[in-house]
């Protein structure tokens, strides 16, 4: 078949590959004017054994805190709110135990999957050489916000995630960079991450490109009857349409049947020289809302969910606010420069992603709205849209990630 892919992120790419696969000829359509896929700046970690959804009790906690603070992990722009009003009531029936249970069962399916598919996606291409396999170290400053973590490590160790639960001098023996200012630590052996997410893309599309795929700059401005149209005026015919726009989506979707309260969670971070940070492996720093990533091409330290929506400009504020933060628990850490960015992540409220078939249109197929996540599903989720393409049955249920459950 003639498959047009809306996007090309990581979601969109990964896609493109597993269409490929198939046999079907590709077309992989995206602007590019802004270099805006989110993966391009990303923390770059495979975090496939995180389980929680972003409406869990540990944001709870710390919500009245971080709210009170514009530039804290967790920020709404007022003049932003009245917009994102009703994605904020879904988010609030999202925190009901029963949905948090059920939602944290259907990240786990697709996170379980994701590794998997990653090594079979990388190692096809050649590109296994883009993986670490360091683990991912989670760090506690706060003693109480340690003891409460050992519920969610329980959770986790009963999924069969390996999780060991580590004191200061554990942590130090880790990653000696810390000090005193540590509690405690959660290291998950298996995590991993990539080498550059920006460097990977690239690849990625460079492959598809030397696969046979066709890589259209105009962007999507509308779908219907089969065919895509673009910005230049240009129509792409095609037999199957899959939609996997990122934070972009939700206008495609609109004309494809499907009203989902997608909305961005906008993330920054800055990163700087090699070696900056003297770590090893990516940190969660735990109640700061901090990721610390040493990547080939730079550290990069970064975080923070700003809802603001797609158009308003960068607060870099939060990346002053971010460094602040991460000196509480790397005080020695000197940092003189730096690149700083601020990318869209594409989010729901019960924390999953869109897969699977439009409702106003059997020809169309969705793949987007994956949040924290979407570096890590990337490959499982082109995996489930292949399946679902070809009627085949997918390698775990679809169901929960369905655009009907709106
Ligand atoms: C600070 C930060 C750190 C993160 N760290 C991690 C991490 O460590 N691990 C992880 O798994 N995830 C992480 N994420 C999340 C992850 O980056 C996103 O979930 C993921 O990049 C989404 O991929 P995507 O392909 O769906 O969307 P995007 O990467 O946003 O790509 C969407 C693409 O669609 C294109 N597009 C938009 N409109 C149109 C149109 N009309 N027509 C054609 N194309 C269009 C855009 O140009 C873009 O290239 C992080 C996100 C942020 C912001």
Not at 356 to 378: I, M, N
Request: charged share 20%.
């Amino acid at each position: 078949m003639k498959i047009a892919v809306i996007g090309g992120g990581i979601v969109g790419t990964c896609v493109a590959h597993a269409m490929l696969d198939e046999g079907h000829t590709v077309d992989l359509i995206d602007p590019e004017d802004a270099a805006r896929a989110a993966v391009r700046g990303n923390a770059g970690w495979i975090a496939h054994l995180d389980i929680m959804p972003l409406a869990s009790s540990k944001a709870w906690a710390h919500l009245p805190g971080w709210l009170m603070d514009p530039l804290g992990p967790l920020a709404i722009a007022p003049a932003y709110l009245p917009t994102l009003l009703p994605w904020l009531v879904r988010f609030v029936a999202a925190s009901r135990p029963s949905k948090i249970a059920s939602s944290s069962k259907a990240i786990w399916a697709i996170n379980a999957a994701s590794m998997g598919a990653w090594e079979r996606r990388l190692s096809a291409l050649g590109l296994d050489g883009e993986l670490r396999r360091r683990g991912i170290l989670c760090v506690f400053s706060n003693p109480s916000n340690f003891q409460a973590s050992e519920a969610v490590h329980a959770r986790q160790a009963a999924l069969g995630v390996s999780v060991e639960r580590l004191d200061n001098a554990g942590v130090r023996r880790l990653e000696p960079a810390f000090g005193k200012e540590v509690a405690g630590g959660a290291f998950f052996e298996a995590g991993a991450h990539v080498s550059d997410p920006g460097t990977l893309l690239g690849k990625l599309r460079d492959a598809a490109r030397a696969r046979g795929a066709r890589l259209l700059s105009p962007g999507a401005i509308g779908i219907g009857s089969g065919t895509v149209h673009l910005a230049s005026g240009e129509r792409v015919a095609a037999d199957r349409i899959v939609v996997s726009a990122g934070a972009w989506s939700k206008a495609l979707a609109k004309m494809c049947g499907d009203r989902v309260p997608l909305d961005t969670e906008r993330g920054y971070n800055i990163t700087t020289p090699r070696g900056t940070l003297g770590l090893t492996r990516p940190i969660m720093l735990e109640g700061l809302g901090i990721a610390l990533s040493p990547l080939d091409t730079g550290d990069r330290i970064g975080g923070s969910v700003e809802f603001a929506g797609i158009d308003a400009p960068p607060n870099w504020a939060r990346v002053d606010a971010i460094l602040a933060r991460t000196k509480r628990v790397l005080p020695d850490v000197r940092i003189e420069e730096g690149t700083r960015w601020m990318g869209f992540r594409p989010s729901l409220p019960d924390s999953l992603p869109v897969i699977g078939p439009a409702s106003g249109d059997p020809r169309v197929f969705y793949a987007f709205g994956h949040a924290h996540h979407g570096l890590t599903q990337a490959a499982a989720t082109a995996e489930m849209v292949a399946a679902l393409v070809a009627g085949r049955r997918p390698s775990f249920d679809p169901e929960p990630y369905s655009a009907r459950r709106f």
